[in-house]
């Protein structure tokens, strides 16, 4: 599987934060959200810095290791 995933989801489970709430702060709306966290859609760099910002987490965090 060549697909890049993402960790957002277990650093939104590690922290107790839900993906509505993460949306809000995003300003995107929930379906795209769970998009990301469900590894359907990935964000762009720019949108996963600004996520890493508000879970306060570095970048690094919130890409699967594996991948890289």
Known sequence: ?????????EVLEEKGIKQIWLAEK????????????????QP???????IAKILQVNPKELIDSKEL
């Open 26 to 41: 995003l300003g995107k709306s929930f379906c795209i959200v769970n998009s990301y966290v469900c590894n359907r859609r």
């Open 1 to 9: 599987m060549d697909k890049h995933m993402n960790r957002i989801k």
């Open 44 to 50: 762009s760099l720019e949108v996963l810095f600004e």
